[in-house]
């Protein structure tokens, strides 16, 4: 009998997607003062830390455009959280507080993400 290993599903995501969703994960951290750490833990997370982390998925989806299977990889979760994420956080956006939070992250987001990209390793006079 052929005894088989069952791998978990993962899907290639670019560096450049991973630090996007890191820049999202850690602007909602702050915004709702819950360490990244714990939004980051694999197993089952305290409830204020999970919904920072469906704020950050969110956050995502909105300010990039990205459709909700590349938020779930981005952030290592499936299509299927990240749709449970969003569409709790837009329920959440009724609340003006919630709401005025999400908008000034998201144009934080925006703005980072339109900045020129510096190479920091090709600067002259850089410590080496």
Known sequence: MESYRIEPYRVPVT???????????????????????????????RPRACRARWSAM?????SYGWPLERVGHAFGLNRATASTAC??????????????????LEACLRAVSELPAVDLGLTSGAPR
């Open 15 to 45: 560096e450049g997607d991973r630090i996007r969703a890191d820049a999202a994960l850690h602007l909602a951290a702050y915004a709702f003062g819950v360490p990244a750490a714990d939004m980051l833990r694999r197993e089952r997370t």
């Open 58 to 62: 969110y956050l995502a989806h909105v």
């Open 87 to 104: 569409r709790w956080a837009e329920d959440e956006r009724d609340q003006d507080k919630y709401d005025t939070v999400m908008e000034g």
